[in-house]
């Protein structure tokens, strides 16, 4: 079974950092492209970053690059997301995600139609 599990969600003050953490099981971690979205109240759900299964390249969306770092540990099975400089326009709940196709993780974009498995969601909120 297919399960994705992320952590390390919280409260923090404006230029503050959080690490966000994704533990995946029950597929072959290299196979996939493992995506972080985010959804603030009221608004569509964001592709902030992925990684690609294949050669481990890396995207990032404009309103989080240069802050945001997205790498991987494929002995754990688990994707980071370290947030820095955290800006109250970055509070939503933040997702995971897998790409079976290992295709959609590029400058073109993250849809996140196209991500298959999902996590459950972790909150993180920005206070200024």
């Known amino acids: 079974e297919v399960q994705l599990v992320e952590s390390g969600g919280g409260l923090v003050q404006v230029g503050g950092s959080l690490r966000l953490s994704c533990a995946a099981s029950?597929?072959?971690?290299?196979?996939?492209?493992i995506g972080w979205f985010r959804q603030a109240p009221g608004k569509e759900r964001e592709g902030v970053s992925c990684?690609?299964?294949?050669?481990?390249?890396?995207y990032y969306a404009d309103s989080v690059k240069g802050r945001f770092t997205i790498s991987s540990d494929n002995a754990k099975n688990t994707v980071y997301l370290q947030m820095n400089s955290l800006k109250p326009e970055d509070t939503a709940v933040y997702y995971c995600?897998?790409?079976?196709?290992?295709?959609?993780?590029?400058?073109?974009?993250?849809?996140?139609?196209?991500?298959?498995?999902w996590g459950q969601g972790i909150q993180v909120t920005v206070s200024s």
């Open positions: 990684i690609s299964g294949s050669d481990r390249s890396v």
């Open positions: 029950g597929f072959t971690f290299d196979d996939y492209a």
């Open positions: 995600a897998a790409d079976l196709l290992d295709y959609y993780c590029s400058g073109y974009g993250i849809p996140s139609y196209k991500y298959d498995y």
